[in-house]
């Protein structure tokens, strides 16, 4: 079984540009989270989709949007990027089962992005 | 909201043990999670305690206690390749996959 693709792996914007990113989750799995990971702040959670709605939000500007489409991949973009936004993004996918289920996350590699 | 601790940093020696401590203040619990990332890759699942008390899965166990808002995580005959972060990481109760994760525990393995 594949695992979680993300691409592109590597990004180098300049300030004020947007950018899209792309999540391929495990086959099968029809939760996919985005996550902004940086030296500093750690695994930062940005939002959860689940059959092409966005089920979870965390504490990022609106800049941050995403989407997934029926065959339950995703996409996440930003916007007007700023010098801060410079970082590893992961996805992760899931089975998202009932409540109270396990549903481990899986990770993938990430796309870097440098914002110059 | 969520409020994970552990430590930034820890060193130890080849063949040893280490235990790795979490804890966390939330307004809710729904599982917990650790997961180990090694330099410039994914983080990949290690355990999941709902319950309280001890889960072991082979060299690496991991422990909760939900009235005190405890984990560890116990690594044991440790060897070089376990040189790596070690994030915990709690599900919030009110979404299905909104996890909060610590900053991570960057652990050093030396000979």
């Known amino acids: 079984k594949a695992g979680v693709t993300q691409t592109p792996r590597y990004l180098i914007k300049t300030r004020g540009q947007q950018v899209t990113l792309s999540c391929s989750p495990i086959s099968g799995h029809r939760s996919v989270s985005w996550y902004q990971q940086t030296p500093g702040q750690g695994l930062q959670f940005l939002f959860e989709y689940f059959s092409e709605t966005q089920r979870n939000k965390g504490n990022f500007p609106g800049r941050f949007s995403g989407r997934q489409f029926s065959n339950s991949r995703s996409e996440m973009n930003v916007s007007t990027l700023e010098l801060g936004d410079s970082a590893l993004y992961l996805c992760?996918?899931?089975?998202?089962?009932?409540?109270?289920?396990?549903?481990?996350?899986?990770f993938g590699a990430g796309t870097r992005l440098s914002v110059l | 909201g969520q409020n994970i601790d552990q430590p930034t940093e820890m060193t130890a020696t080849e063949g040893a043990i280490v235990q790795i401590n979490c804890t966390y203040q939330t307004s809710g619990f729904n599982g917990l999670f650790w997961y180990q990332q090694h330099a410039g890759e994914a983080p990949t699942f290690l355990s999941y305690?709902?319950?309280?008390g001890l889960e072991e899965k082979g060299r690496f166990s991991s422990f909760l206690s939900r009235s005190k808002g405890y984990s560890y995580l116990l690594l044991k005959e440790l060897q070089m390749k376990d040189s790596a972060s070690y994030l915990c990481?709690?599900?919030?109760?009110?979404?299905?996959?909104?996890?909060?994760f610590g900053i991570g525990t960057k652990l050093q393995v030396i000979p």
């Open positions: 990481a709690v599900r919030d109760p009110g979404g299905y996959q909104k996890v909060t």
């Open positions: 305690n709902v319950l309280d």
């Open positions: 992760a996918s899931s089975s998202a089962g009932g409540y109270t289920a396990k549903n481990i996350q899986y």
